[in-house]
């Protein structure tokens, strides 16, 4: 069935640093992708999202690339800060269904 | 303001005893879902709603029930709790005409703890 795999977590950066979080995905047909952000105590967010292969998404200095010759839709940022303290969820849609990945937590120290 | 309320925010009771956790949204959405977040797994999908009296199973449906009378409420019906059920629920809400365009709009979560 359809699944999508992110990179465990804990992930503790310090502010300024290079994010990466890696999500690859297992879908029939032709999945939109999607990176939702949750802060402590919230519900998710839409961080950024692509419809189809080659696009890429971005928002709020976070960017991912949808790659279909290799099933995948890393997050990176250039310079983490503080406020990008989260859990982050990759996600896709198939059908009528969406399927979220495991989550990662990402904190951020000064 | 656009938004996904749930109700109740957090709920403590015991096995056996039926429950309901409403979800009410105020954009018009077409579609529907429950969702429910345990450590290491992630959030998975209970049920979903395309529209008003048409619903289906995602994948964790056993031991959940829900309807959709109207447009605007989703509950979510536990009809007899077990500790396996104690998790977080979100509820969530976006246009069903292209599902991958639009974002999901979540509401804030319910703390169900199951004794």
């Known amino acids: 069935g359809d699944s999508v795999t992110q990179m465990e977590g804990p992930v503790t950066l310090s502010e300024e640093a290079f994010l990466t979080i890696n999500c690859t995905y297992t879908?029939?047909?032709?999945?939109?992708l999607f990176w939702y952000v949750q802060y402590p105590g919230e519900g998710l967010q839409l961080l950024l999202k692509?419809?189809?292969?080659?696009d890429k998404g971005s928002n709020k200095g976070f960017e991912a690339t949808y790659r279909k010759e290799t099933t995948s839709f890393h997050l990176e940022k250039g310079s983490v800060q503080v406020s990008d303290s989260a859990v982050y969820f990759c996600?896709?849609?198939?059908?009528?269904?969406?399927?979220f990945g495991t989550g990662t937590s990402l904190t951020v120290i000064p | 303001e656009a938004q996904v309320t749930q109700n109740p925010r957090y709920l403590i009771t015991v096995t056996g005893k039926k429950l309901t956790v409403t979800c009410s949204q105020n954009?018009?959405?077409?579609?529907m879902s429950w969702y429910r977040q345990d450590p290491g797994l992630g959030l998975r999908q209970i049920y979903y709603?395309?529209?008003?009296?048409?619903?289906d199973k995602g994948d964790v449906p056993e031991g959940y029930k829900v309807s959709r009378k109207e447009k605007r409420n989703f509950p979510l019906i536990l009809e007899s709790p077990s500790p396996n059920q104690t998790s977080l629920y979100f509820c969530?809400?976006?246009?069903?005409?292209?599902?991958?365009?639009?974002?999901?709009?979540f509401g804030p979560g319910t703390r169900l703890t199951v004794t």
């Open positions: 969530a809400s976006t246009p069903s005409a292209g599902l991958g365009v639009y974002e999901q709009y």
């Open positions: 879908a029939t047909g032709y999945p939109s």
């Open positions: 692509a419809t189809k292969a080659d």
């Open positions: 996600a896709l849609t198939s059908g009528n269904q969406f399927y």
């Open positions: 954009m018009n959405h077409e579609y």
């Open positions: 709603s395309m529209n008003v009296e048409v619903t």
